[in-house]
């Protein structure tokens, strides 16, 4: 029987990335959901492409008898284009990720199927019907009644172009968070904290052809004796890695002690806002702005990078919101900085309150990226947000700046992953005062 054809998209994101004549590199971690299906789809009955828009052009006119797309909010658009396009050759179309999950009604007027939530059990469900030629125009998971995730392959790394990336090899050891902050999608794709077994995230370790991983789960140590046992399992193995937790690993000096051992080098944290009352505001109390000082003390005597995390335009914002920022990621000497701007995803509960509000400014789901502003603040114009944050980039990532939070570093993995961030961020600065897609968008 000939096999039949599966190509694999993710429409551009439009990361950092490096471009360099027709060789395009981005400068974050390889993601995980096209490799991810693509493990789960049966050798002996299909041939399966992966295509990262992020960094290769989509083949448009690919022979393909099935294409999947993978959407989030910010790429949907592209995602219901390329869907009409093959749609139009008369190949069927599904369309999964986080935003068909919560905007299942919106993405089944631009596919033949629609996948909602987790693809472990529905996506090979979807291929066998494919085959059987019954197909449905909805797969909906069931999740896992405990928190325990199991029958999630291996990736297919083989599959994906390695130099595209800086960090090729991605590891998943858990899904969700046990924190419902008001702007997060993650509550509203997944309802729990969920924990793959240890040896399946060993064995993907093992199975990574490099020894520098990133983790993109969405905090690692929710669970704090999963994370202990975790990273014990790791030390054996030598490697080094990066992931994303909130502030609350440095609470524990064991944890700390076992994620330096296992290899960790650098740590995504989201310190969001210096002001208490904002913090409290958005379900994000846990974390104490008296406390940052602390908490980067402890990161760095451990020798683990931070790029510390901050948004603009929450209500308590007004025009002395971007000094104070700039100032204090200076004070803490945060390594690598990183700015957004409040975005109320939909079918957040941040979404629900500004629509009830009146104040969405746009549904062009397009400039739902975090770098756009889409609704009206309330101590600021909309100009006067997207401006500001600008000139915080700006301030942040000027030589001076940079200097004076990296170069008291001793040499080593961290210093290099520090001169490597704020590269990629003051190459960034640069795009957001130039490229069009950062032009602030018509407001009715």
């Avoid at 959407?71 to 396009?85: D, S, V």
């Avoid at 890695?241 to 440095?250: K, V, Y």
């Avoid at 908490?295 to 020798?303: E, L």
Wanted: hydrophobic share 40%.
């Amino acid at each position: 029987m000939q096999k039949k054809m599966v190509l694999l998209i993710s429409p551009d994101a439009h990361m950092h990335k490096f471009v360099i004549g027709s060789f395009v590199k981005s400068s974050r971690e390889a993601p995980l959901t096209l490799t991810t299906l693509a493990a789960m789809v049966p050798e002996d009955r299909f041939d399966v492409r992966i295509v990262d828009g992020s960094i290769d052009t989509i083949p448009l006119d690919y022979p393909a008898d099935l294409v999947g797309i993978s959407t989030l909010t910010g790429t949907c658009l592209q995602a219901y284009e390329l869907a009409e396009h093959y749609r139009n050759r008369g190949i069927p179309v599904v369309l999964g990720g986080v935003h068909a999950t919560i905007m299942p009604e919106e993405a089944k007027q631009h596919a033949d199927s629609v996948l909602i939530g987790m693809a472990e059990e529905s996506w090979p469900q979807l291929l066998q019907d494919f085959l059987d030629g019954d197909l449905k125009p909805v797969y909906e998971a069931i999740e896992p009644e405990g928190d325990t995730l199991l029958n999630v392959p291996t990736p297919r790394l083989d599959l994906m172009r390695r130099s595209g990336y800086m960090l090729p090899d991605t590891i998943q050891a858990t899904r969700g968070c046990k924190h419902d902050c008001d702007f997060c999608s993650v509550p509203t794709v997944w309802s729990k904290y969920y924990k793959r077994p240890i040896a399946d995230v060993i064995r993907d370790i093992k199975n990574a052809p490099g020894t520098y991983l990133a983790f993109n789960d969405v905090s690692i140590i929710e669970d704090v004796d999963y994370a202990k046992e975790l990273f014990t399992a790791m030390i054996p193995l030598k490697v080094k890695w990066g992931g994303l937790s909130t502030t609350l690993i440095t609470k524990d000096q064991e944890l700390m002690e076992l994620a330096a051992k296992s290899g960790c080098i650098y740590m995504l944290l989201g310190f969001e806002s210096a002001s208490q009352m904002t913090l409290k505001s958005i379900a994000k109390g846990f974390n104490k702005k008296d406390d940052y000082h602390k908490v980067m003390q402890c990161m760095h005597d451990y020798g683990i990078s931070v790029q510390g995390c901050f948004v603009f335009g929450f209500d308590e914002d007004d025009q002395s919101a971007f000094q104070q920022t700039v100032d204090w990621v200076n004070e803490l000497k945060v390594d690598i900085p990183r700015y957004s701007i409040y975005t109320p995803y939909p079918c957040t509960r941040l979404f629900k309150r500004l629509e009830g509000e009146g104040r969405i400014l746009t549904y062009n789901w397009g400039n739902y990226d975090t770098m756009h502003v889409v609704y009206q603040p309330t101590q600021l114009t909309p100009h006067e947000l997207f401006d500001g944050f600008k000139w915080a980039y700006k301030q942040t990532f000027s030589a001076g700046s940079i200097g004076r939070r990296i170069f008291f570093q001793k040499l080593g993995a961290r210093s290099v992953v520090n001169l490597a961030g704020n590269v990629t961020y003051r190459i960034f600065v640069h795009r957001l005062y130039k490229d069009e897609r950062f032009v602030l968008p018509m407001m009715p």
